[in-house]
């Protein structure tokens, strides 16, 4: 059983985290391992998976990148076998930016550092405005190979990108 199975909520990279949050407590109400202390030992140990699973499903499904990366390991497209590959075009696009990082370990400059900083802010946002559709009409029964793989790189392509962002914070 998958996280959104557990909760009874479709395969989404959108969710409502109110709804999210009801069926936590919900289930946290209903799994809460002080009230099983009466039942049998195996009873108990039933509930203590369960009342995890639940703990752990929402830390997961709450937060959209790993939710998005929860998505596509669960379509096959992300994994411990597979060997995530980013765009070559967004590769020789970064090029440029990481070698005026590698500039600024050695001569930092605020504006130059503020001047890259809003060129990654904007490639974030261009590449969430690309994929947005997506996930607004993510249907996952109909969902298509090519939309999939879209997410795939708009996932990583964004975590080169918040990397790339957590290098340049350890300038300042």
């Known amino acids: ?55 752990e499903a929402y830390k997961l499904l709450k937060d959209q990148e790993k939710r998005i990366k929860y998505v596509l390991e669960l379509k096959g497209l992300l994994g411990k076998d597979i060997k995530p590959q980013l765009p070559q075009s967004f590769l020789i696009d970064m090029m440029d930016i990481n070698e005026r990082v590698m500039d600024l370990q050695f001569d930092y400059d605020e504006s130059t550092h503020q001047s890259i900083q809003a060129e990654v802010d904007a490639k974030e ?10 996930f607004d009409a ?34 300042i």
């Open 125 to 134: 946002k261009e590449l969430f405005e690309g994929i947005q559709s997506i």
């Open 138 to 171: 993510y249907d996952d029964a109909a969902a298509t190979p090519e939309q999939l793989e879209k997410v795939k790189d708009y996932y990583l392509q964004n975590r080169y990108l918040k990397r790339l962002k957590e290098n340049m914070d350890k300038l």
């Open 1 to 55: 059983m998958n996280y959104f199975e557990f909760y009874d909520l479709p395969v989404s990279f959108n969710l409502d985290l109110d709804v999210l949050r009801r069926q936590f407590l919900k289930l946290s109400k209903k799994y809460h391992p002080d009230f099983y202390t009466l039942e049998s030992e195996e009873k108990q140990e039933e509930i203590l998976e369960l009342s995890t699973l639940n703990n």
